[in-house]
């Protein structure tokens, strides 16, 4: 892919934003996992549990946008992301992780706590990616050093301004349409008619987004009665 392109920088704004609203609350297992060791172990636990998390993630990131080569996955992970921009929306995220009694258990832990809570972030990101790996990288290289001085600070933003939810599940749900519109299978329905394409991505997006407002308000709802 082009960096001179439009193409280009949306994919990239795409893969940072959808690290950031999916991995902001991944770094808070970091404190979490270290939260019983000293200062200095502390210090030890945050470089080489990041090094190790990181470097699986993006591995992991790697074989799926390798994966998504093969024809039907394409559909397969635009309807996972789907399902993942709508729980995004709805989803009553907690963060119930063990405390390492040693330096090596914390990393251990911080490592298998992020490759799980991950995956969606993984599947999002090589969506967006549109099988570049230096778009990956570069998406990995700009968001994760964000991620992981600035979780307190996102964490803040999200609590006091849910919007920013809202706007991550959109890019999530504009992904997904992405991935589906791209399936091989679908280039007959959509390849030569690009006002199909965005239109399948509106209504793909809006759907997502009422559907999790409307289950918002009925929880809301059920809480105040």
Known sequence: MDVFTSDFWSALFAIVVIDLVLAGDNAI???????????????KVIFWGTLGAIIIRSLLTLIVVWLLRIPGLMLIGGLLLIWIAYKLLVEEKGHDVKAGQSLWAAVKTIIIADTVMGLDNVLAVAGAAH?????????????????????????????????IIYVGAAVLAWTASKMITDEPFLANLFGNNPMLKWGFSIVIIVAVLLAGKMKNQRKSLGKAS
């Open 29 to 43: 297992v970091i404190g979490l996992a270290a939260r019983n060791l000293s200062k200095d172990d502390q210090k």
């Open 131 to 163: 099988g570049s790996f230096f778009l990956v990288v570069l998406g990995l290289l700009i968001s994760v050093p964000i991620v992981i001085w600035g979780s307190t600070l996102i964490l803040k933003w999200v609590d006091r301004y849910p919007s």
